[in-house]
């Protein structure tokens, strides 16, 4: 029987290829909304939606089930997937031949999502929209392009296909992880341009009907001394300049990049101050049970409103049978090679 209790504000992650029962207990805690997954949790579709399915029936309303699922180097699910292209290689079949390219990126776009949703994950943290600006090397290729212009077309075709199969999108890493050339997982990055020069990264931010935004664990000193993740003065812009109403998720805050803000209780505090409205807390499961114990965030109707609606509603049993997954088949193929 599942308990009657509204999300949490934080997402975090599990072990194994079911959940434990220390997983359990983390998961039903008044301050989790979310879950994480990352390979170490697929074996098989089967497999994943019995471990999905397990997870929903726990919490009521159920707890959002999240990935980051975008192609390339960055695809947790194999087994039993589709294997997708990297969206470089979307940005270099533009070059060529645009049409196609617009048309394999949103019937790719449904491909990703349809997939995951047969198997009861709700969102994929994707797409990245950060400008190859050819520094970043934890950027590279999982980039579409170097031209803001061309990054916002691919990205919204990527978009639409996610919305055709019923799932949100979550566009990454704000205001733009391009230029910063340090790897966020284990240093803080840093970008020492003048906001001017990068509001040109944020134009795909702007202008694509995202549902969901996933700041940088960047610091821009220009703007603020604090990473964008945890700066009240960056997710203020996202808000307020830009007029971003939906959900905005912290990155991990095990991260390097997010140690400027302290031990992991002031991080998580940091970012929820800031206004971020789910915190993402992954492979550290002392540190997730040091948070359940020492942190208590004041319940927001609104946050947890806007997280409610990443969760898909529509129904996914004639997905494959849609010519739409076939051509995504098909596009993702020629693209990965």
């Known amino acids: ?45 089967e497999q994943l939606s019995s471990l999905t399915a397990e997870v929903h029936a726990l919490r009521s309303p159920p707890l959002l089930i999240a990935i980051d699922h975008e192609g390339g180097r960055v695809q947790r699910c194999r087994d039993g997937f589709t294997r997708l292209p990297a969206m470089r290689r979307l940005g270099d079949s533009w070059e060529r031949d645009p049409r196609w390219a617009l048309a394999a990126a949103r019937d790719i776009g449904y491909v990703l ?149 302290g031990a992991i209780v002031d991080r998580a505090a940091a970012a929820w101050n800031a206004g971020a409205d789910m915190l993402l807390v992954c492979n550290a499961p002392d540190r997730v049970d040091e948070v359940l114990e020492l942190w208590r965030p004041d319940f927001d109707a609104r946050r947890s409103a806007r997280v409610a609606r990443l969760l898909p509603a529509t129904d996914v049993s004639n997905i494959k049978t849609d010519p739409r997954y076939r051509a995504g088949i098909e596009a993702a193929t020629r693209l990965a090679g």
């Not at 910063?180 to 702007?206: G, T, Y």
């Open 1 to 45: 029987m599942s308990i009657h209790l509204p999300r949490g504000p934080l997402m975090i992650d599990i072990a194994g290829l079911e959940p434990s029962a220390i997983d359990r207990r983390r998961l039903s805690h008044p301050s989790v909304g979310g879950l994480i997954l990352f390979a170490r949790n697929h074996a098989s579709p």
């Open 113 to 261: 999502a349809g997939e995951l949703r047969l198997c009861g994950v709700d969102l994929s943290f994707t797409p990245v929209l950060d400008l190859d600006r050819g520094r970043s090397g934890v950027i590279g290729d999982r980039a579409f392009h170097r031209q803001p212009r061309v990054v916002i077309q691919l990205a919204g075709q990527l978009i639409e296909g996610l919305r055709a199969a019923g799932m949100r999108s979550c566009g990454k890493h704000f205001p733009g992880h391009g230029w910063a050339e340090a790897d966020s997982h284990v240093a803080i990055p840093v970008d020492e341009r003048e906001l001017a020069e990068i509001e040109q990264d944020m134009q795909p931010f702007r202008e694509l009907p995202l549902d969901a935004i996933m700041p940088a664990h960047v610091i821009y000193p220009r703007v603020d001394s604090r990473p964008a993740g945890f700066s009240p003065v960056w997710l203020a812009w996202l808000r307020e300049q830009m007029g971003f109403a939906g959900a905005i998720f912290s990155d991990d805050l095990s991260m390097e990049g997010a140690s400027v803000a």
